[in-house]
């Protein structure tokens, strides 16, 4: 699996590998304004934000847990791509934690039981299938966490994970065979958004 695939992919999601993260940074600039002239966003988050910013660490702790599922059980990931998205969810995840205090600690056990059969394979299009859906309902989650967001370190921590997470998404799109329409009109489901964070403040 060719993690630099993505570089060359012509989609919808290939656009945010290349274009869009200036276009994300920027939709996250506008999203900082309430409409008042004199009222200036947070810099941290607020409370509001890190109960939504859990949510947002136990969806990338549960993509991490699905890629190493596959992983562990021998997939052929002779370039390394594999390896590398697990990463990134693990990265992710601890950013959350360090901006937060929430420990990296609680995957959202919805979402991996609900594909935990999936990821657990060896056959490598079943498993891009299964986590090309995974990377598009991350980026509808994350896209819908982003209009909620308060704090300005949140919507720019959100923004930099959209743009990683759509290419992800064309990677895997390239190997299942999608066309260039397919991936225009690629879709996720949000996932849950509102359930409070179990990970007590601390140490990530």
Do not use: C
Not at 74 to 88: F, S
Not at 181 to 188: E, K, N
């Amino acid at each position: 699996m060719d993690p630099q695939i993505a570089e060359r992919a012509t989609s919808r999601r290939g656009w945010l590998g290349a274009a869009g993260a200036a276009g994300l940074l920027g939709a996250a600039a506008v999203l900082l304004s309430d409409g008042s002239a004199t009222a200036a966003p947070p810099n941290s988050p607020t409370d509001a934000d890190k109960e939504l910013l859990g949510a947002a660490q136990s969806l990338e702790l549960a993509a991490r847990d699905l890629y190493q599922l596959a992983i562990d059980a021998g997939i052929d990931d002779p370039d390394g791509g594999i390896g590398v998205m697990a990463r990134n969810h693990r990265a992710y995840a601890e950013s959350i934690a360090g901006m937060t205090g929430i420990s990296a600690n609680a995957p959202n056990q919805e979402v991996f039981d609900a594909l935990e059969g999936e990821f657990d394979t060896t056959d490598v299009q079943q498993f891009a299938a299964a986590a090309q859906q995974l990377e598009n309902d991350a980026v509808a989650t994350h896209t819908e966490l982003l209009t909620r967001y308060e704090s300005l370190q949140a919507k720019r921590l959100t923004a930099s994970i959209l743009v990683v997470e759509a290419r992800q998404a064309t990677v895997l799109g390239d190997v299942v065979g999608d066309e260039v329409d397919t991936l225009l009109d690629a879709s996720g489901t949000v996932a849950s958004t509102t359930a409070s964070a179990d990970g007590a403040e601390g140490d990530a």
